[in-house]
């Protein structure tokens, strides 16, 4: 029998014909093409910024010789009293937490004139937003320059300076929290008459709350992390001990309050992953390594939990509801809390009075500032020092892509190969997250010598504890379908990394590594201080010289450099979303 084959009808191929030239062919937008080009221009710069600083990692392992007959001749690590070192060491903490605080307090209303959805009018928002932009582009220790020229020495100047420059951050990530509410129970309120303020109180608030305890904590840690800094412009706590210390060539002191301030960071991370499992519990708290030691509850008190977790039909009710382990340790973390932070403004020893009366030194004050002037050194230098500047902070971050790339897919638990290896990457970040960039710079001058190689190091190796942090986190939280149905059909661990996990957060790691850019830039600066050269030698010359112009136009070249990091990151954003 022969079998011939049978065409469809014409009528039916010429269906299926036209519904192939009406279905629309799937086209990469102008937008998006551009974006992908302008990746690939500043990827490029990267590279060439890198070859130009000419770092040697051949070199830089020779120096160890160097490490190693610097500090025979140091003599090993010495610290201040006991005493002394104790007074320190609360006295910055307070002063961390106080500005923090201040921060926070401050963000709520910026916050709720950024988010779209509650501000009461477009230009408000838009004043809201751009005070947000502005404060986080503003770097710390400029204000914390000027607060000490109106208030002087001590905590004051700090606790402002860490306050209104944290304001960037939080209410950034206030204002986007409030966005992502359910708009159910605010709208309802409104329905039944009720005040903005009974919206917000009762609509808004209880849904962001656990964001907000995160991104404060968060805020907490960075702010500990950069108090060292402020030392170097006469902030009072650890960081001005330890350049006294540095100023004074007693290197092994010096390096003893930056072993100091190491642990500190460290113990304060642990507190915080704590406080976040205390009052958000396991859900909310996060996956940090520290976040998981205090998340694990015996199956008694998990039992306990989902008997006691029901709803109450009278308020009365509720009012006597059963002591369990988890309410009382809520209530007594509740109460640690409020003592903490009243003991924060204490130990802070502010002088409320400066409140009231630096107000009239404003004006002396401003006017040594303006008009902004380069001075001796002209445009040319100054502007090829931010140059500089923006060249180690390109060079860093491509630096901390590569390697958190790695570190942060293995930190992950669907893609590291087993949770040994997942706890110890994860362990690692943490470690790096808690060494100030700081400290390890003044660490790698020390051993390599002035240069921007030490500065693009030191901001290489410590933006690894944050970006290999948010690959980790970005990578945990895909879709687990595209994984299994690889997995499922024989794929290797690496082909679904390769298929599946690194496309689907591809996008969150172009906004992370934008991020991670806008921080370098600033960071970049400060490392200048210290001799990690760009622009930030001649900030603190300025400063220290009393030159306030030329203060002023360094400042508004940094503001210029950040805003423009800032707006590419927000476009990059939008387009990739």
């Given amino acids: 029998m022969t079998i011939t084959a049978t065409r469809p009808p014409a009528s039916t191929a010429s269906a299926d014909a036209a519904l192939q030239a009406r279905a629309p062919r799937r086209r990469l937008s102008p937008e998006r093409i551009s974006a992908s080009l302008t990746l690939l221009v500043i990827a490029g710069l990267a590279v060439v910024s890198l070859r130009d600083i000419d770092i040697s990692f051949a070199g830089v392992a020779d120096s160890l010789g160097n490490a190693e007959r610097f500090f025979t001749r140091v003599g090993g690590l010495s610290f201040p009293e006991p005493a002394e070192l104790l007074q320190q060491t609360v006295l910055t903490v307070g002063l961390v937490l106080t500005g923090t605080l201040l921060a926070a307090a401050l963000s709520v209303p910026i916050a709720y004139l950024a988010a779209s959805n509650t501000t009461p009018h477009p230009a408000l928002r838009a004043l809201a937003r751009f005070i947000g932009v502005f404060t986080r582009a503003l770097p710390d220790v400029v204000l914390a320059m000027v ?13 402002l300076a860490i306050g209104i420059h944290s304001i960037g951050m939080i209410s950034k990530m206030f204002a986007d929290a409030i966005e992502q509410i359910d708009e159910g129970p605010r709208l309802a309120v409104r329905a039944a008459g009720g005040s903005r303020m009974q919206e917000f109180t009762t609509g808004v608030l209880p849904q962001v709350l656990p964001s907000w305890v995160a991104t404060v904590l968060h805020r907490n840690d960075i702010n500990l992390r950069g108090s060292v800094v402020l030392g170097y412009v006469g902030v009072a706590g650890l960081g001005l001990e330890m350049s006294h210390a540095f100023k004074s060539l007693d290197y092994g002191l010096g390096l003893g309050i930056a072993l100091v301030i190491f642990v500190l960071c460290v113990v304060m991370e642990i507190i915080s992953s704590a406080v976040r499992v205390a009052m958000l519990g396991e859900k909310d708290a996060g996956r940090g390594v520290f976040v998981r ?6 199956q008694a008190e998990r039992t306990t939990a989902a008997t006691t977790a029901r709803r109450y039909d009278t308020v009365e009710q509720a009012l006597r509801r059963p002591w369990t382990p988890q309410r009382v340790r809520n209530t007594m973390a509740g109460w640690i809390a409020v003592a903490v932070v009243v003991a924060s403004v204490v130990v802070s020893d502010i002088v409320w009075g400066d409140l009231l009366t630096f107000w009239s030194k404003v004006p002396a004050i401003a006017a040594q500032f303006w008009p902004p002037d380069f001075g001796n050194y002209g445009f040319a230098v100054i502007g090829a020092a931010m140059l500089d500047t923006v060249k180690i902070a390109l060079a860093a971050t491509l630096i901390t892509f590569v390697l958190s790339l790695v570190i942060g897919s293995l930190a992950a638990r669907n893609v590291a190969p087993n949770r040994g290896v997942q706890g110890g990457f994860r362990l690692l970040l943490v470690i790096i997250r808690g060494i100030p960039e700081l400290i390890l710079a003044i660490v790698l001058i020390i051993i390599t010598g002035l240069g921007p190689q030490a500065g693009t190091i030191a901001l290489a190796i410590g933006g690894i504890g944050l970006l290999g942090k948010l690959i980790a986190d970005s990578f945990e939280e895909v879709p687990r379908g595209p994984e299994r149905a690889l997995l499922a059909t024989g794929a290797t661990r690496l082909q679904m990394y390769a298929a599946a996990t690194f496309p689907q957060g591809s996008r969150a ?15 970049a600066t400060l490392l200048g201080i210290v001799g990690g050269g760009g622009v930030g030698y001649y900030l603190l010359n300025a400063g220290q010289g009393s030159n306030y112009p030329l203060v002023a136009s360094i400042v508004i070249m940094i503001l210029v450099t950040v805003l423009a990091v800032e707006g590419l990151a927000m476009w990059m954003r939008k387009v990739f979303a």
Avoid: C, K
């Fill in 509 to 523: 790691l172009i906004g992370h590594t934008f991020y991670m850019l806008d921080t370098n830039v600033r960071a």
């Fill in 147 to 159: 607060f000490v020229l109106m208030f002087s020495l001590g905590t004051l100047p700090g606790i």
């Fill in 293 to 298: 030691l205090f998340s694990r509850r015996s």
